[in-house]
């Protein structure tokens, strides 16, 4: 089929490339120049294990291509994928849908013949209603059908999520889109992806309330991990033992420094507003989001509790700042708030992520990015590891490190406290 990926961000490029790689003809457009130069160059604008490859490829294959022109991309489209930002907006806790709606009056614009206009882009309740609106100001419903078909994928592992999906979901009224829409994931679908076909609007919230549940969990996992310091238990033992139950299921149970990223503190917040929209509390959720914030808090006593409350001229590590592991993004990464509070309090703070030096910190008083793991922990007083990637999971400390009161704060519980210990060291985990 021919596809058209308005937006290549992260979930326009990476869903673009695969479908390129499932054999569709696929056109990657954005109004930024300077990346769609860079695309064709082979240069990615963000970092995901596996894409580099895809896109060079299918590029190379002539499968997938990349162009400013969106009129002319949209023309030569059979189905047209929205995938632009909706960022929360400013003074509110509100989606900003801008973008979106510039984009469909840009659509209503090309249409030419029968297009399928999919929205990928997260969309509160209803968006999809105002879309169809906008176009039809322009062009004969039957002539295109707005559909809602989210998309599920974790950074670091989008590749992957995309191929193996556990659903595919596709709201829409219209039974001649749907079955064009079942055919193009067929190949996801026929490896064992279900697919689950809604309205519009369903799949318009399936996608917010997915995340503000899986958020949820995330946030009773690390609130049991508080309970767990008080009282001498480990929380992995926790996460296993309610994770067995089916019902409850043991995929992101693991605790950790408060979850951030692009999407959960985004979309908890927008569910939330949408809800007020409709007059409806979501008061789950709100606690939700409370918690998560005051978790930097949390955070911060803690390692205050490690020190001593000894901060001031502390030589202080930090392994990995990105919001987790195999991404580069930093957006509400918790390391934006205690990297900045140590430092106001005195700390020498030096960190390492794979992914590199970080702008966010570049003002920071006594905050250096090392070139390597080894430069980063070398004088420590205390090792933060604040992200799970691999590079860190086999670190021996004792070869690193001449400090034999070197303390060691697992943020990710990778480490088993009894090994650390018996190097002589000092492990706190969380909610352990
Ligand atoms: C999330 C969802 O998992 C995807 O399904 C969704 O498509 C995406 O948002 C989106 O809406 O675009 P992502 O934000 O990339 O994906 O990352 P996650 O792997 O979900 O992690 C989010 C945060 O939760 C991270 O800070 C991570 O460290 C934290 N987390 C995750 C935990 O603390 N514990 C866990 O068990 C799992």
Redesign the pocket.
Known sequence: MKLCMIGTG??GLVSGVCFADLGNDVICVDKDNNKINNLKKGIIPIYEPGLEELVLKNYKNNRLNFSTNLKESIKKSDIVFVCVGTPTRRNSNSADLSQVYSVAKEISKSINKFKIIINKS?VPVTTGDEVEKIIAKKVSRKYFSVVSNP????????IR?FIYPDRVVIGSNDVKSKKILKNLYSPLISKGAKFLSTNRRAAELI?YA??AF??T??TF??EIANLCEKTEIDVEDISIGIGLDKRIGS??????????????PK?TKAIVSTADKFKTNLSVIKSVIKSNQIRSDILQKRVNLILKNKVKNKKISFLGVT??AN?DDMR???SLKLIPYLSRRGAQIKYYDPTGFKKEFSKLKNVEFSQSIQDSIKGSDLIVIH??WNDFKSINFRKFSKNKKLIIYDMRNIFSPDKIKKMGFKYFGIGR
């Open positions: 992260y979930v997260t998309e599920f994928l974790r950074e670091g592992e989008a999520d996608k997915s995340n899986l958020a969990k995330i996992i690390n995929r992101f149970l693991r605790a950790g420094p408060a979850y951030g990223g692009s999407c959960f979309d919001f987790k991404t509400d990464s918790s992200t799970e």
